[in-house]
């Protein structure tokens, strides 16, 4: 297992690590994919990036106001969403930046440590 560092403090959940296949947030982990909120974190059945489902992340996640971004890990290698996808976060009026899961674990914390609004979705690793 990889182990993230945490330089900085702030409120809610933070991506602390991988495992063989999934992620670790604090003392849990999470044998598949993920989503993440500033306010929870839980376990995602997402498997693939062709199969996305906005309405189901955003009823899992169920937060409001509506996050500025979606955060979106495609798991081990990036790999673009369907442009129907892109155009229904973009309907719902939100961003969308896509790279592997790993890195968008690591920019998690990043972004939450600037205090930003947003929501990921990470497909698994393996």
């Known amino acids: ?7 900085v403090e ?4 933070v991506i602390t690590g991988f495992t063989a296949s999934g992620f670790k947030s604090g003392d849990q982990r999470f044998e598949q994919g993920l989503l993440i909120s500033p306010e929870q974190v839980i376990a995602w059945d997402g498997l ?3 199969s996305l489902d906005l309405g189901a992340i955003l009823s899992g996640l169920n ?6 971004f979606l ?8 790999q673009q969403p369907p442009a129907a996808f892109r155009r229904e976060v ?3 009026g939100m961003g969308l930046e896509v790279m592997d899961s790993r890195a968008a674990a690591r ?3 990043v972004l939450r440590a600037e205090e930003r609004w947003i929501i ?5 690793l393996a």
């Open 48 to 50: 693939a990036v062709d």
């Open 120 to 124: 990921g979705a990470f497909l698994p």
């Open 71 to 78: 955060l979106l890990g495609s798991g081990p290698s990036m």
């Open 1 to 7: 297992m990889v182990e993230l560092r945490k330089d």
């Open 107 to 109: 920019t998690w914390g």
């Open 10 to 13: 702030f409120a809610g959940p």
């Open 63 to 68: 937060l409001s106001p509506r996050p500025e």
């Open 90 to 92: 973009e309907a719902a």
